[in-house]
């Protein structure tokens, strides 16, 4: 069953408890997602690859329900056609304790996801596009009116214009500005510019140190907290090849010393005081032979992610659960 983004109100959890989203609007999809909710406590969310590790544990864990637990509201990112027979079995039991919502991509018409969603009677579809310039620009435009915020035409254009259809690119920006403005700086062209051009790395910093040290549920976490997209694809592959090679150096240096805190003391460049523990936990999990095969692989990676950038961010995020999946590789 088909329905707008602007028709959610006409979904009733308690009857339709397996819902479809999906599209690159992920602004968009993210405050659909909290209207559905705001009346629940108990949201979980999932990536596609840990359902499929174990989609038998999974099933029994949604089915299992305490006398004292409110309604579950399931949230399961980045979801394929992989997952139909889940979702067909899902159906067939017909749970009416739990919401189920799978949020993709976008998705071609022929897609098993899609077409299953889209043909059934009482399990909802809902397609997100990008919003076009006309809906950020009022976006935009009521922000700075509610803010008391005065700005040219001019420069919410070009604010508009590193959105790439996205509100929630919109929304960030907007708060960077506002951010910018309150500590009494002036907002000149020049400083829009620099403001919306900031390339903050520092979620992707974060989640491939988390893979390298194999923390798995930090990782989890990250990725149920950021947005990456597509256009994020090459950064990460090339972050994470850069912090492989230089884990590489300190294993060459390590096997040298035979002492972890020399090692790492004597790291050139330093190692900031604050990454020295994770630091720690990478060397222990890598030995220069395994680094130099995961290099070899983020190589390869490259290349693929460049050949396939419709779904490049899915490639990616697979590729870094199975490495954190993975045990040590000493």
Not at 81 to 107: M, Q, W, Y
Not at 211 to 233: P, Q, R, T, V
Not at 305 to 316: A, D, F, R, T
Request: glycine residues 2%; contains cysteine.
């Amino acid at each position: 069953m088909i329905i707008k983004s602007y028709d959610l109100s006409k979904i009733n959890l308690n009857e339709q408890n397996i819902i479809l989203f999906y599209g690159k609007n992920e602004g968009l999809k993210k405050s659909s997602i909290l209207t559905l909710t705001k009346n629940l406590t108990e949201i979980y969310n999932y990536e596609e690859k840990e359902i499929l590790e174990n989609a038998v544990g999974f099933l029994e864990s949604v089915l299992t329900k305490s006398l004292f637990e409110d309604k579950k509201f399931i949230i399961i990112k980045r979801a394929t056609d992989k997952l139909i027979k889940i979702i067909e079995e899902i159906d067939s039991r017909k749970i009416k304790d739990n919401v189920f919502l799978f949020s993709a991509e976008n998705l071609e018409k022929k897609s098993k996801l899609r077409s299953f969603f889209e043909k059934s009677k009482k399990n909802i579809c809902v397609a997100f596009y990008p919003d076009n310039e006309q809906e950020l620009s009022n976006l935009a435009y009521s922000f700075f009116k509610e803010k008391n915020i005065s700005i040219s035409p001019s420069n919410i254009n070009i604010i508009i214009g590193k959105c790439n259809g996205d509100r929630e690119n919109l929304i960030n920006e907007l708060e960077k500005i506002e951010n910018f403005i309150s500590n009494g700086s002036k907002l000149t062209p020049e400083n829009i510019a620099k403001l919306i051009n900031l390339n903050e790395n520092f979620s992707i910093t974060e989640l491939i140190d988390n893979c390298l040290a194999k923390n798995k549920k930090k990782i989890i976490k990250i990725l149920n907290e950021n947005n990456f997209y597509d256009e994020d694809s090459i950064t990460i592959t090339r972050v994470f090849l850069n912090k492989s090679k230089k884990v590489l150096m300190l294993l060459k240096n390590y096997q040298i010393n035979k002492n972890i805190d020399l090692t790492i003391s004597s790291a050139k460049p330093p190692i900031f005081w604050k990454d020295k523990e994770i630091v720690k936990q990478q060397i222990n999990m890598w030995s220069p032979e395994k680094i130099r095969t995961l290099i070899y692989r983020l190589n390869e990676l490259e290349l693929i992610v460049k050949k396939n950038l419709g779904n490049s961010i899915k490639i990616i995020t697979d590729f870094i659960l199975e490495q954190s999946s993975s045990k040590s590789n000493n």
